[in-house]
C-alpha cells in the first residue's frame, strides 16, 4: 500500500503516532553497508593471494584454507550472540561495536606486518574480524524490519546483502592486484587500505542515530511487543476485528519505550520477574517455546536446508576458486578480476531482486528459478573442460572459470533478500533476531564442511580431475537446494497481519469519519 496510507494507520489513536519512518534511516543504513563490506574485504583476502600469503607467512594451503574458513566457523559456533547482543545494545550501537571490531581485524593484521608474520597472528585478526561476522551477517533484515517502511523494506535488505558482496567483490581484486609479491610492503599497503575502509565504517556508525522513535510499520509494533514481553510463542494471526481493538488501545508506556530500546525494556521487564531465579527460568522456557515453534515450522526448516545446500556450495567454490582454477592455468591477477566481476555483478542482483520482491505476491517461483541457474552454471564448466580434455587452452580455462564464478555469484547472491524474507514471513511473529541468523547458519556450517572435505580431495597439488570432483560435488548439493525448494510452501504471515492491521486502519478512520 501507499505512503499516504502508512501514515493514516500510523495515527490510529487520534494525536498518539504508533509508528513511522526516520528521517536518517538511509544513514544507518550506510553505517551497515560500510561495516559489512569492510568485513567481507578481510573475509576474502587471502582466496586470490594463496602463493604470497604462502610464502610471505611460511604456511601451506591448507593453513591459507584456515584462514579462509575461520569466518564461517566463528559464524557457526556464534551465529546466536547477534540475536542476543543486538537487542541489547541496540542494533545502532551493536553496529559500531562490529565497526569496531572491523578495526581491530584491520590492526592486527598491519601487527602480523609491523612485528611478527606468522600465522598465529593473521590467524588472531581473523577470528576477530568473524566474530564481527557472527554480528553483522544477517543484520540486513533486522535494520529494514526495524527502520523501513512496507515499501522500503524489502529493498533496504537487497541493500544491506549486497554490501557484503561488494566487499567480497574487493576482497578479490585488491589483493591480487596489490599483492604482486610476497614483501612487507605489499601486505603492508593492503591492510593499510583495509583499516581505511573499517575506520570509515566506524565513523558513519558513532555518527548515525542509534534507535528508531518509533517502529515504521505494524509488524514492527507487534514484534517489539513481543520483545518487551519475552514471548517468542508463534500465536495466531490476528483476524480484522481482533487487529482493529489491538490498535484502538493505546499502547502502554512500557511497550513505546520498547520502540525506542529495546534494551530498555528488557532491563525493565527483568526486574518485574520476581528475582533472577525466576527471570532465568521464564528465559529458558522462551527458548524451550522458540525451539519448538522452529523445528515444528516444516516451511522455514527447507528453507534452512535450500540456504544451507545453494549458498553453502556457493561460498566453497568462491573459497576454493583459485586451488579449482589453478590446474587449468588460471593466472592469479585474472582470478581476482573474476572474483571481482562476480560480485560485483551478485551485489547488483541483491540489490535488484529486493526492489522486485515488493512487487510479487509469491516469492517461491523467483527462488526456484535462481537455484536452477546456479546449479547451470555449476555444470557448464566441469562438462566443457571433459569435452575438450586435457588441450584445453589458457583462454577457454579463463573464460569457463568467469562463467562459472560470474554466473553462481548473480543468481546465488541474488537469492540472499528472498531467503531472509521468506525466513521472517514463514515465522511471524518471532523475532528476525532469532530467524535471520539462522537461515546465514546453515551455509556457514556446511561450507566449513565443505571445503574442508574438499580441499583434502585438491590437496597441495590440484589437478584436473580433482577440480572437476569438487565442482560435480557442489552441483549435487545445488541440485538437492532445488530438490527442497519445490516442496515450500511459504505462507507470508507478516504480509497477512499488516493488510489486517491496515483493514482495520480504515474501518477505524471511516468510523470515525461518519
Request: hydrophobic share 45%.
Amino acid at each position: 500500500h501507499s505512503s499516504s496510507e502508512d501514515d493514516s494507520d500510523a495515527e490510529l489513536d487520534g494525536n498518539a503516532k504508533l509508528y513511522g519512518v526516520e528521517p536518517g534511516r538511509y544513514i544507518v543504513l550506510a553505517g551497515l553497508a560500510l561495516v559489512n563490506a569492510s568485513n567481507a574485504l578481510m573475509w576474502m583476502t587471502f582466496a586470490s593471494i594463496v602463493t604470497p600469503a604462502e610464502q610471505y607467512y611460511s604456511i601451506s594451503a591448507s593453513q591459507i584454507n584456515v584462514l579462509n574458513i575461520i569466518f564461517a566457523a566463528m559464524y557457526s559456533g556464534l551465529f546466536w550472540i547477534s540475536g542476543v547482543v543486538l537487542p541489547k545494545t541496540g542494533l545502532g550501537w551493536g553496529l559500531a561495536l562490529c565497526a569496531a571490531l572491523n578495526v581491530c581485524t584491520a590492526v592486527l593484521r598491519l601487527a602480523s606486518v609491523w612485528f611478527s608474520p606468522t600465522f598465529g597472528m593473521i590467524l588472531s585478526g581473523n577470528i576477530v574480524g568473524g566474530l564481527c561476522q557472527s554480528l553483522i551477517l544477517s543484520a540486513p533484515p533486522m535494520l529494514s524490519n526495524q527502520w523501513f517502511s512496507i515499501e522500503e523494506r524489502n529493498f533496504a535488505t537487497g541493500i544491506g546483502v549486497s554490501a557484503q558482496i561488494f566487499g567480497g567483490a574487493l576482497g578479490m581484486l585488491l589483493p591480487s592486484n596489490i599483492v604482486t609479491e610476497a614483501t612487507s610492503e605489499k601486505f603492508g599497503m593492503l591492510y593499510y587500505i583495509q583499516l581505511g575502509f573499517a575506520a570509515l565504517g566506524l565513523i558513519v556508525t558513532l555518527l548515525a542515530k542509534k534507535s528508531p522513535s518509533l517502529p515504521p510499520t505494524a509488524a514492527a509494533f507487534k514484534l517489539d511487543e513481543n520483545v518487551t514481553r519475552r514471548s517468542f510463542h508463534h500465536d495466531r494471526l490476528p483476524a480484522s476485528t481482533s487487529s482493529h481493538n489491538r490498535h484502538q488501545s493505546p499502547p502502554s508506556q512500557g511497550a513505546l519505550s520498547a520502540t525506542s530500546s529495546r534494551k530498555s525494556t528488557k532491563s525493565h521487564s527483568s526486574q518485574h520477574q520476581g528475582g533472577t531465579k525466576k527471570y532465568v527460568r521464564r528465559a529458558l522456557s522462551n527458548v524451550s517455546a522458540t525451539l519448538k515453534t522452529i523445528v515444528t515450522n516444516k516451511n522455514f526448516l527447507l528453507i534452512l536446508v535450500v540456504s544451507g545446500l545453494c549458498q553453502g556450495s556457493i561460498w566453497t567454490i568462491g573459497t576454493l576458486m583459485v586451488q579449482v582454477a589453478q590446474p587449468f592455468g588460471v593466472a592469479q591477477t585474472t582470478i581476482g578480476w573474476i572474483g571481482f566481476s562476480g560480485q560485483l555483478v551478485g551485489g547488483f542482483a541483491s540489490v535488484l531482486t529486493g526492489g522486485v520482491l515488493g512487487f510479487v505476491k509469491d516469492y517461491k517461483p523467483i527462488l526456484v528459478l535462481l537455484i536452477s541457474l546456479s546449479a547451470l552454471s555449476c555444470m557448464i564448466f566441469p562438462i566443457v573442460a571433459i569435452i575438450i580434455g586435457d588441450s584445453i587452452s589458457v583462454a577457454v580455462s579463463n573464460a569457463l572459470v568467469a562463467l562459472l564464478y560470474v554466473g553462481m555469484c548473480l543468481f546465488g547472491v541474488a537469492q540472499c533478500p528472498i531467503l531472509f524474507e521468506l525466513g521472517i514471513e514463514v515465522t511471524f511473529p518471532l523475532s528476525e533476531e532469532i530467524t535471520s541468523p539462522l537461515v546465514m547458519w546453515t551455509p556457514s556450517f556446511l561450507s566449513l564442511i565443505f571445503v574442508t572435505f574438499q580441499g583434502a580431495i585438491l590437496t597441495e597439488n590440484p589437478t584436473h580431475e580433482k577440480a572437476l570432483i569438487v565442482l560435480f560435488i557442489n552441483f549435487g548439493f545445488i541440485l538437492l537446494s532445488v530438490l527442497a525448494s519445490l516442496l515450500l510452501k511459504p505462507q507470508y504471515n507478516r504480509r497477512v497481519y499488516e493488510q489486517n492491521q491496515l483493514q482495520a486502519a480504515n474501518e477505524a478512520k471511516t468510523g470515525i469519519n461518519a
